[in-house]
């Protein structure tokens, strides 16, 4: 076991983690960045690990990337990144806006070799945060990692994301027969390929949409079932007035807004991000189904407005009683693989939770800087990235908003210190 010192613990090299590393960097405070750690529990840095295809694309402009929105000439933008790698001509002749999800992965290992000051160590999973109390005031954090090495900190900032989301009516299921969209690529290659089975998907967005059409290369002599409580699969709500809200400035805006207005906006956006699926894709597996239909064979169903009731274990089977909400009927369908894409936990992640409770919090409350209320006494800092969409909108689980975002951070971290000089 070792124990290791720094100012600022990043959790997670994730593309919010790591665009706050870039703002560190690019600020000019060469001590903060010089004393700044980012943990990744991965050995190598991936976005959207579980659902990588090669065939997926981001649903986000490139210009939206770690940097582009705050400082254009950054040396760590998208572009630059495409230069460097030698693929700046290829890309620019595929005339989109919207490069492939390997591309933006690519880019944030990229990001993460290229920095020079801040750190990053790869297989480091924190199992348990800790805060420091000196006569009652926190002063910072202690993280246990899972091989036992402790680090503490002055700040902590807590990035890896939201939880999966398993309903509870697939809690009691077998684990090797229940892959969620977040482990589908390190999961399907175990699924057999050398005989017929029936895999069926829960969901109807994006992630659910993709392991649908990933399940016919995937496993090619399987029937695949889609099942979706709506009345069909729909678009993302693409309005560039809709898409307004994504925009940094709009942070401000929605933050100053009272809650009972937040909720509202928050649910009339619900296609513009949760609920829908990329139009181009969504014409692709429609043609899919079209030409299954019509030249056979059908290997594929799409059960809509329909919700899985019940799921149990029989022999080697799952079974899943189907309601179907139009006619009320209840049918038993069998199948050898649930594939969820039920998205993920929209509670606080279970580590923020849990630092909460330490800390005696009934609610967790973020100021406009993402930094959690704990006191103004406090001299340690707790920041929350890509969760907090009640108070600073939709976008805050996105790209669309972390060069801004991250630029918030290093703000008060900044602010916070020069404070403490002063009062010194």
């Known amino acids: 076991m070792t124990v290791q010192d720094v100012g600022v613990l990043a959790i997670g090299a994730g593309p919010a983690n790591l665009a706050l590393a870039v703002a560190i960097e690019e600020s000019g405070a060469r001590e903060l960045a010089g004393d700044t750690l980012v943990l990744e529990q991965h050995a190598d840095v991936k976005w959207q690990r579980g659902t990588l295809m090669p065939w997926a694309r981001s649903q986000v402009s490139f210009l939206k990337d770690l940097v582009t929105l705050?400082?254009?000439?950054?040396?760590?933008?998208?572009?630059?990144?495409l230069h460097d790698q030698g693929r700046l001509d290829e890309f620019v002749n595929l005339g989109t806006f919207h490069p492939y999800r390997w591309e933006m992965s690519d880019y944030l290992q990229w990001v993460a070799n290229s920095l020079e000051r801040v750190r990053i160590r790869y297989d480091?999973?924190?199992?348990?945060?800790?805060?420091?109390?000196?006569?009652?005031?926190?002063?910072?954090?202690?993280?246990?990692?899972?091989?036992?090495?402790?680090?503490?900190?002055?700040?902590?900032?807590?990035?890896?994301?939201?939880?999966?989301?398993?309903?509870?009516?697939?809690?009691?299921?077998?684990?090797?027969?229940?892959?969620?969209?977040?482990?589908?690529?390190?999961?399907?290659?175990?699924?057999?390929?050398?005989?017929?089975?029936?895999?069926?998907?829960?969901?109807?967005?994006?992630?659910?949409?993709?392991?649908?059409?990933?399940?016919?290369?995937?496993?090619?002599?399987?029937?695949?079932?889609?099942?979706?409580?709506?009345?069909?699969?729909?678009?993302?709500?693409?309005?560039?007035?809709?898409?307004?809200?994504?925009?940094?400035?709009?942070?401000?805006?929605?933050?100053?807004?009272?809650?009972?207005?937040?909720?509202q906006i928050l649910d009339e956006m619900r296609f513009a991000n949760y609920a829908g699926l990329a139009p181009p894709f969504l014409d692709e597996l429609y043609t899919m189904l079209y030409q299954q239909k019509m030249l056979g064979p059908q290997r594929s169903s799409v059960r809509s407005m329909t919700e899985v009731l019940n799921a149990r274990q029989d022999g080697d089977e799952i079974v899943l009683d189907l309601h179907d909400r139009k006619t009320g009927k209840v049918d038993?369908?069998?199948?050898?693989?649930?594939?969820?894409?039920?998205?993920?936990?929209?509670?606080?992640?279970?580590?923020?939770?849990?630092?909460?409770?330490?800390?005696?919090?009934?609610?967790?409350?973020?100021?406009?800087?993402?930094?959690?209320?704990?006191?103004?006494?406090?001299?340690?800092?707790?920041?929350?990235?890509?969760?907090?969409?009640?108070?600073?909108?939709?976008?805050?689980?996105?790209?669309?908003?972390l060069a801004h975002r991250s630029q918030d951070i290093v703000n008060d971290l900044l602010a916070r210190r020069t404070a403490e000089l002063r009062s010194a």
């Open 70 to 81: 705050r400082n254009p000439r950054s040396r760590f933008s998208f572009l630059s990144f």
């Open 332 to 401: 038993p369908v069998r199948c050898d693989l649930v594939v969820l894409g039920t998205g993920y936990d929209q509670r606080m992640p279970a580590m923020a939770r849990e630092v909460a409770a330490k800390l005696g919090l009934d609610d967790i409350a973020v100021s406009r800087q993402y930094r959690v209320d704990i006191g103004d006494a406090a001299w340690g800092a707790l920041y929350l990235q890509g969760v907090n969409e009640k108070t600073h909108g939709m976008s805050d689980s996105l790209i669309s908003v």
């Open 124 to 263: 480091a999973r924190a199992l348990s945060i800790e805060p420091t109390t000196e006569s009652g005031v926190i002063t910072g954090w202690t993280v246990t990692l899972a091989n036992g090495d402790v680090i503490r900190c002055r700040d902590l900032v807590v990035g890896g994301g939201r939880d999966a989301h398993v309903p509870e009516v697939f809690a009691g299921l077998p684990a090797d027969k229940v892959v969620h969209s977040s482990q589908y690529l390190d999961r399907i290659g175990a699924v057999p390929k050398d005989r017929p089975l029936h895999a069926v998907v829960v969901g109807g967005a994006q992630s659910a949409a993709e392991m649908f059409y990933a399940l016919h290369g995937d496993l090619p002599d399987s029937q695949v079932t889609m099942v979706v409580r709506s009345i069909g699969l729909q678009n993302y709500q693409t309005s560039k007035f809709i898409n307004e809200a994504f925009f940094p400035s709009y942070v401000d805006e929605f933050y100053d807004t009272p809650p009972e207005v937040r909720a």
